[in-house]
Structures are given as structure tokens and as C-alpha cells.
């Protein structure tokens, strides 16, 4: 084995297993000639040196994964800023937090347009190019960040590790206290989990422009509920009662609630029809 790589390995099964046999955390540290304190309480990975003689003081065989140099640990600090709550946002959408890292699925036939925007906001946003792959059997693209630097930062700014819909994930609420953060991660929210459709009316032979907004988190509808209400805006549906969906029906309320997120989205589904914003303030006839 290399000594320039690193390994991961669950530090604090090890420790405990030391610690049964009398050893120190200071011990095991002047041991390997790292301190142990860190892998243990901060995971971070470990020299590949170190390791062997960690190796040597345990008596039975560490399980591990080997890591490298470019893939070493790396602590990262986001600002509280209109980008990192529209990525928070965007993660609490079609993302998943997982222990090492982060993942973004979008849908390659409908999402092109959006894939590119993801990549570079996320990338500017989370100080790291991600990596992209598309699923064989499903139009599933997934843009993936393998950092557990990053995913530390996400659970530092409110964020949790799993099941979104078990653990009914929340907007943090520091972007909860703050209008501009708010509609950024509004934003990000509508990109990922809303929807924008023409409506037809057949006894008028009239179609008007809709907006949907779905997801199992109650707590992710209440923060949309409430958002809207904050800003004059009437949206339809009841979560409290097992409900799944927001809907806004009323032209006006749409057009305050696109002009005020900019939403990809909606940009989009304007691009796609051909429509400017005095087009899309008016009903349309079919």
C-alpha cells in the first residue's frame, strides 16, 4: 500500500475496542503518530502510515476503505447568502444527504437545461466541482458531491443525514427569519419539487398558467404555506390533513409568485412557449 493514501474506517468502533483493552486516546495518538481524537470524533481520514500502526495494535482486522490524496478530508464554510439558501433549498428538493456525500437526481429528457444550471450554481456555491453520471435503465442524471467536508457543512447550517420524508426535513431557520434567504430557497424548492402547466378551461376555451408545488415533508409545505401568505399570495391545498400538494390557481398570485422567485422553471416553460411576461399576465385562448 501506498503510504501517501488515506483511509476511512469507522474510528469510534475501533477506539471503543481499545479503550476496552486499556488504552488511551493519548496512547493509541503516540502510538500511530497522528492524533486519534480527531478520526474519532471529527472522522477524519487517516494516513495510510498511521494506519499500519494502528493496524498493529488491534488484534484483529481493521475493515476499511481506501482513499485518495485528492479525496482527503476537507472542512468547508458556506456564507448565510441568497446562494446557499437556494442550494439548501435545491438539496431539500430532489437531493439526498447521505454520510459522505451529496446527491442531486433530476430527470435527463425534461431537466437538460436545469442539470446545467444546477452544476454550476452548486459548484460555485459548494467550492467543489461535482461529478455527473446518468443511470442505465431510468432518465435519472445524478450530479454528486463525495465530500464529507460539504455534507458536514450542510448538517452545521440545518440540515439531516437520511429519509427525507422520515425525518420530515425543515428549511433551516435562518433562512426561515429572512425574506430575501427565504425566496432564494423558495426557489430552489419550486425548481426541484414544483410544477408550472397550462390549465384549459373548455367553457371559455380559455387556458390560464398553474402552478403546483409537492412534496411528503409537511414541514417543507408549511414553510411554502406560510412563505405565500407572507407575501399576499393564496395558495390552495391542506397538508395538515395527509395532503401532499400546494396549488396556485389565481393569474395574479402566479404572476407574483413567479416575478418574485425567478424560478428556472418558470423561465424555462416561458422559453418553451414563446411567452414574454406581458404574454404570460394574460389569459390565453386556444
Known amino acids: 500500500m ?13 477506539y471503543a475496542y481499545l479503550k476496552s483493552k486499556g488504552y488511551s486516546l493519548r496512547i493509541i495518538s503516540n502510538a500511530i503518530g497522528s492524533n486519534f481524537k480527531n478520526h474519532v470524533y471529527s472522522s477524519r481520514n487517516m494516513n495510510m502510515s498511521s494506519f499500519q500502526k494502528l493496524q498493529r495494535i488491534t488484534d484483529y482486522q481493521i475493515d476499511f476503505r481506501k482513499i ?14 441568497r446562494a446557499t439558501a437556494e442550494a439548501i433549498g435545491i438539496v431539500l428538493g430532489d437531493g439526498h444527504l447521505g454520510e459522505y456525500a451529496v446527491v442531486i437526481s433530476l430527470n435527463s429528457l425534461k431537466e437538460r437545461k436545469y442539470i446545467v444550471y444546477v452544476n454550476h450554481h452548486l459548484e460555485k456555491t459548494f467550492l467543489h466541482k461535482p461529478s455527473n453520471s446518468q443511470a442505465k435503465d431510468s432518465n435519472t442524471h445524478r450530479i454528486v458531491f463525495t465530500r464529507k467536508g460539504i455534507v458536514d457543512e ?8 437520511g429519509n427525507k420524508v422520515k425525518n420530515q426535513v425543515d428549511v433551516p431557520h435562518w433562512i426561515k427569519e429572512n425574506r430575501d434567504l427565504s425566496t432564494s430557497c423558495m426557489k430552489g424548492l ?5 410544477s408550472i402547466y397550462f390549465h ?14 409537492s412534496n411528503a415533508s409537511r414541514s417543507l409545505l408549511r414553510f411554502v404555506t406560510d412563505f405565500c401568505v407572507r407575501e399576499g399570495i393564496s395558495p390552495k391545498g391542506n397538508f395538515r390533513k395527509n395532503g401532499t400538494e400546494l396549488f396556485i390557481y389565481s393569474r395574479q398570485d402566479v404572476i407574483k ?12 416553460f ?3 412557449h414563446n411567452l414574454d411576461w406581458d404574454s404570460f399576465e394574460k389569459t390565453l385562448r386556444y
Do not use: C
Open 2 to 14: 501506498n503510504k501517501h493514501n488515506y483511509v476511512s474506517a469507522n474510528w469510534k468502533e475501533i
Open 68 to 81: 485518495s490524496p485528492q479525496d482527503r478530508y476537507k472542512s468547508y464554510t458556506f456564507k448565510k447568502n
Open 154 to 161: 450542510l448538517l452545521n447550517l440545518g440540515l439531516q443525514i
Open 190 to 194: 419550486f425548481d426541484t419539487d414544483g
Open 200 to 213: 384549459i378551461r373548455r367553457d371559455t376555451r380559455t387556458k390560464n398558467i398553474e402552478l403546483n408545488f
Open 257 to 268: 409568485f413567479a416575478k418574485l422567485i425567478q424560478s428556472e422553471k418558470i423561465k424555462n
Open 270 to 272: 416561458m422559453e418553451q
